[in-house]
């Protein structure tokens, strides 16, 4: 007469088999979970993006033309600016929010509160997520010596360039302040009005962009510093943008 109940080896197979079962749907959601982070994350945020140029431009729109705007910092979650980077793609183009909550970032890039406006002395700081939320700064580690990184508001184009050396593509720059490195991200010393200076006034006018690295991790973050290639261009003279948007 066969004993009742399992035997230990079947109930092992049991375990193992129940085990192997729980695993796969865990996968499952960690793969629908990245999907929905990576992906689906991403055609939200153009979709919103959309929302935002179309709401900046109307808003700039009704300026009268030639008007000096004078900026001021908008209220949180307000457009403060757009940003266009030609070494990212042609139509690199991505409006800034005030403020760097998840609230902003999941939006679109953000400028830390506090930090220069476009144009001012000091350091016009903007973070933005590195993947997911339209992942507007995936690629910042292209960026080169030289690039140009385009600012556009209501009534000017600010033309800021990556510090460094053009001529060999080394990040250092005679100023100290690198054109690309890597932080730890309690090193907020990067945002201050003189990068890497925190408690110095302000000795230019910098432009500093920060994301997460690596890429898929927090565990560090990737810092763009640049500084202001001449004055304002006046959206008068060129209505279609500076030259720097063409990567001159």
């Known amino acids: 007469m066969a004993q009742a109940g399992r035997t230990p080896a079947g109930l092992w197979r049991a375990v193992a088999r129940g085990l192997g079962e729980l695993l796969v749907t865990a996968g499952?959601?960690?793969?629908?979970?990245?999907?929905?982070?990576?992906?689906?994350t991403d055609l939200l945020n153009d979709r919103r993006q959309a929302e935002l140029a179309e709401e900046v431009d109307e808003a700039w729109t009704r300026q009268p033309a030639g008007a000096s705007v004078e900026l001021v910092e908008p209220p949180l979650g307000e457009p403060v600016a757009v940003l266009r980077i030609p070494r990212l793609?042609?139509?690199?183009?991505?409006?800034?929010?005030?403020?760097?909550?998840?609230?902003?970032?999941?939006?679109?890039?953000?400028?830390?509160?506090?930090?220069?406006?476009?144009?001012?002395?000091?350091?016009?700081?903007?973070?933005?997520?590195?993947?997911?939320?339209?992942?507007?700064?995936?690629?910042?580690?292209?960026?080169?010596?030289?690039?140009?990184?385009?600012?556009?508001?209501?009534?000017?184009?600010?033309?800021?360039?990556?510090?460094?050396?053009?001529?060999?593509?080394?990040?250092a720059d005679p100023s100290g302040v690198p054109g690309l490195h890597v932080v730890r991200p309690e090193e907020v010393g990067v945002i201050a009005p003189t990068p890497g200076a925190p408690g110095t006034a302000a000795s230019g006018?910098?432009?500093?962009?920060?994301?997460?690295?690596p890429r898929y991790s927090a565990r560090q973050r990737l810092v763009v510093h640049a500084v202001l290639d001449g004055t304002a261009i006046s959206k008068a003279d060129a209505p279609d943008g500076p030259p720097g948007l063409t990567g001159g």
């Open 28 to 40: 499952l959601v960690v793969l629908l979970f990245v999907v929905y982070e990576v992906h689906v």
């Open 89 to 171: 793609g042609a139509d690199h183009q991505r409006v800034v929010l005030q403020g760097t909550s998840e609230d902003q970032l999941s939006q679109g890039p953000g400028h830390y509160v506090g930090t220069a406006l476009p144009g001012q002395q000091g350091n016009l700081a903007i973070a933005g997520h590195r993947v997911g939320k339209g992942s507007p700064f995936l690629d910042l580690d292209r960026m080169r010596p030289g690039d140009p990184i385009v600012v556009e508001t209501a009534g000017s184009w600010f033309v800021y360039r990556v510090l460094g050396n053009p001529a060999n593509g080394d990040v």
């Open 205 to 213: 006018a910098y432009l500093t962009l920060t994301t997460c690295h």
